[in-house]
């Protein structure tokens, strides 16, 4: 409890009895049981000792009543004052001397006999921006309610009046279509079309009691409680107000509600339901509201006192102390502070009431109400252990101990802690144009004003909470492009937690590719670890890209030495390619010719064959290094092995054929000599092709190799792929059949000279060795079988003298026969040019 309003005594002792009040500004109206109207003004004075009035009587009217006034009513508005005496409804003009008779309103002749009057003023702007007063009177006739309106100056009769069951006892308007009536033990809703609803009974106490709140809410009376509706009659509020004894008299000065009890005044709120203060006063029999903190208690023995309210700036503390926030916030609205100061304040009793909320573990209800404020979320973080730095919790000032939370209360906590923190993270990223203004939960306390700083606080926080109360979505923040975690504070959490998966997405997240690769290394060989074995840091180092080349050469070592295969994948991972960030070829290329020379092989064909490169470097590297695979391989297995044999060798000889004949960027020239060194015979014989020394080619494949077949199939690849460069190729081929090399050939001396120093490689042939009979059939076969590919004229000149003609009637026949129809297409070519012309 604490004095929410001091009570001065301003008249005392009058020697007139008085039956009625009306108050408004600084005029205080009194109407006496002698029927005497006596007007006063009020005027509070300046003073340091609290308020004090200076009270003077402006006027004093004997003849305003034969009887006593028993009701008085004033309305500012319209400068009236509306009096009931002696059963009749007057109406005076406050703006003409008190004296004046009062104005003319025939129509209020039907009040004769009224025992109590309500009024109801509603103030409406029009379509041009005036505003029209409107002023209805209701007055409690017998078992009627005579209706009416204020027109042109006086009273005019409202169409509708309303029969009731019994005598009115209190009135009040629900808006300008209907009245809350209490009668003797009813409380009822009147509408003005005629409808009725009954709501509750008054219960022992002797007068009902209706009072208005607000525009919507009403208070009502019933024995020591005050119950309270809306204009419908429905219940407003869960519970009544209990006061100490059933109240005589009841006013409203928001937020407190003010009865006259037996005893005296006594002060509550309706929400929250407090008591607020006692005041010691015999017998007061009436209450008046006057103006917006201040009222007028009418006690006995011709004596009034003004109650005015303590300066709300005073009240708050106290409100506060006992942690009353919600009626604190409502006296924050009725301060005299600037706008910004009383926007301060409020945040600031907010902020108490959060942290009231929290010290009670109501987490969502305070994390809300936190959010709502935007305080500083470093302050809130601080409110749970072990979540800031300890430092920098220290530094935080709260308004009293945060509580010490534990298991099943903390791990509520942070679960409300985290959605808390996941709405303040979005709303700072949302806003990319202003830096915080945050508020801390003591006022005036420091705040974090940088956005990256709290994010950081933020995002940090919400990884130790994962790590307590949902460790799958670790990973996930961590992953995230805009993640603002700190990097020491978040290591040492992961590390405590044995995260160590997580640890890595952090280092990664963060730029820190050492320490991650290093705990990769170290964590690879322990059995039990997360991180065991090589395909972590294949996968880390493949998406590293070339501006961290010197980290994937440095630590690709250790994978390439224990798992050669899975180590060249760091270097022909397709994503850097598409991403842009491909590895340098030749650095590569360099790196493993030191320090894995087995991998450059299937480098070099992923980077030819996979990737498309053309690098002539490339091409060239890839061919020597087939060669010295299969010169080494060859001189540990002392044979010789053919393209395309089954093992290693075969795989590698053929693969080097095809790649001989498939690409066009290596430098061929060098090639022929070497490989017949080494006894590739069938390679040099590709390579020789390739430079157009088809005479070269065919004498190591018929002479060397053996294989008329592949001299045959030699031609025929040669003129499919450039029939106008290799038309010859097929007699160059009859001409190796029948006029064979020289026995001093250069190809086969040097292929004689290599097949005797390697053992198993084929022999050339000699000419003496040739047979000249088998040589002429090959001839004959070749002249069949590539009619179309030969010139006819340059080949039978080419056919020795003894050469019967039947040995070449088909060749001949098909010669002709190719003549004819070339022949035959040109007539009917010039034909048609002929018919189109």
């Not at 004894?245 to 407090?274: H, K, M, N, W």
């Not at 030749?586 to 053309?614: C, G, M, N, R, T």
Request: aromatic share 8%; charged share 25%.
């Amino acid at each position: 409890m604490y004095d929410a309003y001091t009570a001065i005594p301003i008249l005392k002792k009058l020697p007139l009895k008085i039956e009625s009040v009306a108050a408004h500004g600084d005029k205080l109206y009194l109407g006496t049981k002698e029927g005497h109207l006596l007007v006063y003004s009020v005027v509070e004075k300046d003073s340091a000792d609290g308020p004090k009035f200076a009270v003077n009587l402006k006027c004093s009217n004997k003849s305003f009543a034969k009887k006593p006034i028993t009701q008085l009513c004033v309305i500012p508005e319209l400068c009236l004052l509306i009096s009931l005496s002696d059963g009749s409804v007057s109406v005076h003009n406050l703006s003409l001397e008190p004296n004046t008779p009062p104005i003319e309103c025939p129509a209020l002749a039907k009040c004769k006999g009224c025992t109590l009057f309500a009024v109801n003023v509603q103030e409406t702007e029009t379509l041009t921006g005036e505003v029209k007063i409107t002023l209805m009177l209701c007055a409690a006739v017998r078992r009627k309610l005579e209706l009416f309106y204020w027109k042109n100056n006086t009273f005019c009769e409202h169409p509708q009046g309303l029969c009731v069951p019994d005598t009115p006892r209190s009135i009040v308007w629900c808006g300008d279509e209907s009245l809350l009536v209490g009668f003797r033990s009813e409380y009822y809703i009147l509408k003005l079309s005629g409808e009725t609803k009954q709501l509750f009974p008054t219960g022992k106490q002797p007068e009902p009691l209706c009072v208005k709140l607000q525009e919507n809410s009403f208070a009502l009376g019933r024995d020591d409680m005050t119950i309270f509706v809306n204009r419908e009659g429905q219940p407003t509020h869960k519970y009544a107000v209990n006061w100490s004894e059933a109240p005589i008299s009841l006013c409203y000065d928001y937020p407190y509600l003010i009865s006259a009890q037996s005893f005296g005044v006594e002060v509550r709120t309706v929400e929250p339901r407090l008591l607020i203060q006692k005041v010691n006063l015999l017998k007061p029999k009436l209450i008046v509201p006057c103006k917006e903190g201040q009222l007028f208690v009418v006690a006995p023995g011709g004596a009034i006192w003004c109650f005015v309210r303590t300066r709300v700036q005073d009240q708050i503390p106290q409100v506060l102390k006992d942690k009353c926030f919600e009626l604190a916030l409502k006296l924050a609205d009725l301060s005299d502070q600037s706008d910004e100061e009383r926007n301060a304040s409020k945040r600031h009793i907010q902020n108490l009431h959060a942290f009231d909320l929290f010290c009670k573990k109501k987490f969502e209800e305070s994390l809300t109400i936190f959010m709502d404020l935007e305080t500083d979320p470093s302050h809130v973080i601080g409110l749970f252990p072990d979540l800031l730095p300890e430092d920098y919790r220290n530094s935080i000032s709260y308004p009293d101990q945060a509580p010490d939370l534990r298991d099943a209360d903390l791990e509520a906590g942070l679960y409300a802690l985290v959605d808390y923190l996941v709405h303040v993270r979005c709303k700072l990223l949302s806003d990319s144009q202003h830096e915080p203004a945050l508020t801390g939960i003591v006022q005036g306390s420091k705040t974090v004003k940088s956005k990256k700083q709290l994010l950081q606080i933020i995002d940090t926080t919400m990884l130790k909470c994962y790590l307590e109360t949902n460790v799958a979505l670790v990973a996930s923040l961590l992953r995230l492009p805009d993640n603002f975690c700190h990097l020491d504070e978040c290591e040492r959490a992961l590390k405590k937690h044995q995260k160590l998966s997580e640890l890595i997405i952090l280092y990664q997240q963060k730029n820190q590719h050492e320490k991650a690769l290093d705990l990769l290394m170290k964590e690879a060989h322990k059995a039990d670890s997360p991180l065991k074995g090589h395909e972590r840091t294949v996968g880390y180092l493949q998406h590293l890209g070339r501006k961290h080349m010197e980290l994937i050469l440095r630590y690709s070592l250790w994978v390439l030495e224990e798992h050669p295969e899975e180590g060249l994948k760091i270097f022909v991972e397709d994503q850097q390619e598409k991403e842009g960030e491909a590895l340098p070829r030749d650095v590569v290329l360099e790196f493993l010719s030191k320090k894995a020379p087995q991998l450059v092989i299937p480098y070099l064909e992923h980077v030819i064959h996979k990737w498309k490169d053309q690098t002539e470097m490339f091409h060239n590297t890839l061919i020597h290094k087939y060669i010295e695979s299969v010169r080494s391989l060859l001189a540990q297995q002392h044979s010789a092995v053919d393209p395309g044999e089954p093992g290693l060798v075969g795989k590698l000889r053929k693969d080097l054929v095809h790649f001989l004949e498939s690409s066009d960027r290596y430098t061929a020239e060098n090639f022929p000599t070497h490989l017949l060194s080494d006894g590739l015979f069938e390679e040099a014989a590709v390579v020789m092709g390739k430079l157009g020394r088809h005479s070269e080619a065919l004498e190591v494949y018929i002479y060397v190799l053996k294989d008329p077949l592949k001299a045959e199939h030699y031609c025929a690849s040669q003129y499919s792929r450039n029939p106008e460069r290799n038309r010859d190729v097929f007699l160059i081929l009859l001409q190796m059949y029948l006029q064979p090399p020289d026995e001093g050939s250069r190809v086969l001396d040097l292929c004689r000279r290599t097949a005797a120093s390697i053992a198993g490689l084929p022999y050339p042939l000699t000419v003496m060795e040739g047979c000249r009979e088998q040589n002429l059939r090959g001839a004959l076969k070749i002249l069949m079988d590539h009619v179309k590919e030969i010139d006819p004229l340059r080949a039978l000149q080419m056919l020795p003298a003894d050469v019967l003609v039947s040995d070449v009637r088909d060749f001949l026949r098909e010669v002709l026969d190719k003549g004819t129809k070339e022949l035959h297409a040109a007539g009917l070519q010039r034909l048609l040019i002929v018919e189109q012309g």
